[in-house]
């Protein structure tokens, strides 16, 4: 986990080093859109360090629809 967590740290460091002084100069929309792309960087960095499972188009889908999908068949069962 040190080798992952030191490793990540260097790309994070040249990225932001390499980033930082062209960030300074763009307008606030791109810096919004710059830190909406960089949360799933972060998110995943940390599951990668952290040896979390990684998340699947499969668990996606089922957590956006489950409960829909629960109430449609739901309100299509006959009543007992």
Not at 1 to 28: C, H
């Amino acid at each position: 986990m040190v080798e992952k967590t030191l490793l990540l740290i260097i790309l994070s460091a040249g990225m932001l080093l390499y980033d930082f002084p062209k960030f300074k100069k763009t307008n606030r929309r791109e810096r919004i859109v710059y830190v909406m792309l960089m949360i799933p960087v972060v998110y995943l960095s940390l599951v990668y360090v952290l040896r979390l499972p990684w998340p699947t188009l499969d668990e996606l889908i089922h957590f956006i629809f489950a409960k829909p999908a629960q109430q449609i068949v739901d309100s299509i069962k006959a009543p007992k």
